[in-house]
């Protein structure tokens, strides 16, 4: 019989072969959800035989995995802020990089008074998320065009007990918050890659995501183009917004446009620039 560390170098190997840059993490993480092991447990275990009914049920997440299907939606969750949350084909897998708009928002967000904030295109509802629990005064609207996004979010929010403070709304941009509603700070991660890029990014993405949160037209400014004069309109505060690396300035003059009195561009860690904040 195979033992575990045999299984766990032939499941890397086969990883590889097909393209995962993280195969030996992806080996693990497979491997220790379908024994119900800890990654560390996989190795004070490493010489034990796997049976039948283990390599069986190992199969069919390997070769998802092996076809590119992304990691979060074979686990079904993925990490972001230090919260766990719910992942599904059909609702963008939240990335790291998203943290530089979460860091940005809570820098506008008193941590002592009430503010109301509309987060647009939540997707999983991780960014929404993260201010509420970081914010315990803050009211957030969520709201998404997606049925699947809007599925998740609701089970995210519901995960993470923050029903009371985030509301999930389904339509397009703003338009699902009453007009009549205060808004101070409005977020958004939009669609922000050219539609012929698209193609040629890595299979995780280019087969798997959903392409309505991924594409913003022909020069990936489609949808900052009707958000930003919506959100600058009712921000009594502020907006910050995502960017793709290479559109600040396209993204700065929008805001410029629409009236704002301020802008600022904040970079990420690997020092992109990712995230506008404009000023009313």
Not at 108 to 135: K, M, W
Not at 182 to 209: F, H, Q, T
Not at 222 to 242: N, Q, S, T
Request: proline share 6%; hydrophobic share 45%.
């Amino acid at each position: 019989m195979l033992t575990l560390v045999e299984v766990l170098k032939r499941t890397e190997g086969y990883l590889r072969e097909r393209g995962c840059e993280q195969a030996r993490l992806d080996a693990e993480l497979l491997l220790g959800r379908t024994l119900q092991l800890e990654r560390v447990a996989l190795y004070l275990n490493f010489d034990r035989p796997m049976t039948q009914a283990e390599l069986a049920a190992l199969r069919e997440p390997v070769a998802r995995r092996g076809a590119r299907e992304p990691m979060a939606y074979i686990l079904g969750e993925r990490e972001f802020w230090s919260l766990s949350f719910a992942t599904a084909s059909g609702v963008l897998v939240p990335r790291p990089d998203t943290e530089t708009l979460v860091e940005a928002a809570l820098e506008l967000i008193p941590g002592d008074q009430r503010t109301f904030v509309a987060d647009v295109g939540t997707g999983t509802g991780a960014v929404a998320c993260a201010v509420a629990s970081e914010r315990p005064d803050a009211r957030v609207y969520a709201t998404d065009v997606a049925h699947e996004a809007l599925t998740c979010a609701r089970q995210n929010v519901a995960a993470l007990e923050l029903q009371d403070r985030v509301a999930v709304l389904g339509g397009p941009l703003l338009d699902p918050i009453p007009a009549d509603r205060p808004i101070d700070v409005v977020l958004s991660n939009p669609p922000y890659i050219a539609s012929d890029v698209l193609d040629g990014l890595m299979p995780e993405v280019a087969r798997w995501e959903p392409r309505l949160a991924l594409d913003g037209g022909r020069d990936g400014l489609e949808v900052y183009r009707a958000l930003i004069p919506a959100a600058m309109a009712r921000a009594r505060v502020a907006v910050a917004v995502e960017i793709g690396h290479d559109q600040a300035l396209a993204v700065s003059v929008l805001f410029e446009e629409a009236g704002a009195n301020e802008v600022s561009v904040r970079k990420d860690l690997a020092g992109h620039d990712r995230v506008v904040v404009a000023r009313p």
